[in-house]
């Protein structure tokens, strides 16, 4: 699995970049361009049910916090230049002890679950449109884990390492069959036992 461009992983911590990212459609523009590469403003548009002016003006924002960027402009359309993420992913944690940072990336997570509980939620109403080999290579699977906080870090960046090469970014091209695929990891400490 090559990549024709360097991995840019980006951690984000600055609480105006965070705030940036607070607000529903950016955060949804960001992860769609994550996950389908270039796209001009129309295109976000009708991929996300929004209007292209809007999308416009929240993608200038995500560019101007340096979270997106301009696909460089080929021959005389650069009015209409798609926008592509900045990075291959982005990590958001608070500034250690800066309480600004800290609400700002609470409120982000809470949007990131809401955007998590739709998508899914919109897979369950359209998994029958689905082959049955995409149905059944699914996976919604919960495992509680009994681990140290050390062990927890290792199993992060293990499992990082193993997804990694399958980002859409990183596969250029990715195969004829491959389509986008969500893939999200909670690993937390439970609750009831904090």
């Known amino acids: 699995m090559e990549s024709n461009e360097p991995e840019r992983r980006v951690r984000v911590q600055d609480a ?7 607000h529903p ?3 949804r523009l960001l992860r769609y361009l994550l996950a389908a590469g270039p796209r001009t403003a129309a295109q976000c548009a009708e991929a ?16 101007r916090h340096g979270l997106i960027e301009r696909v460089p402009a080929e021959g005389d359309n650069r009015r209409d230049r798609p926008w592509r993420a900045a990075a ?7 500034e250690p002890g800066d309480v600004d940072s800290q609400q700002v990336n609470e409120a982000l997570t809470a949007l990131e679950l809401e955007e998590l509980f739709r998508a899914l939620q919109r897979y369950q109403h359209q998994q029958h449109k689905l082959t049955d080999e995409w149905r059944e ?15 927890l870090r290792h199993l992060k960046l293990t499992l990082d390492a ?3 090469p399958y980002l859409r970014p990183m596969r ?4 004829g069959e491959a389509r986008p695929v969500s893939l999200s990891l909670q690993a937390h400490p439970t609750p009831e036992f904090i």
């Open 16 to 22: 105006t970049k965070l705030r940036a990212l607070a």
């Open 25 to 27: 459609l950016r955060l």
């Open 48 to 63: 996300l049910g929004d209007t292209g002016s809007n999308c416009s003006y929240h993608l200038h924002q995500l560019g």
């Open 88 to 94: 291959v992913g982005f990590e958001f944690l608070p």
């Open 137 to 151: 290579s699914a996976i919604f699977h919960h495992y509680t884990l009994s681990v140290t906080p050390e062990e």
């Open 162 to 164: 193993v997804i990694r």
């Open 172 to 175: 250029n091209p990715p195969p």
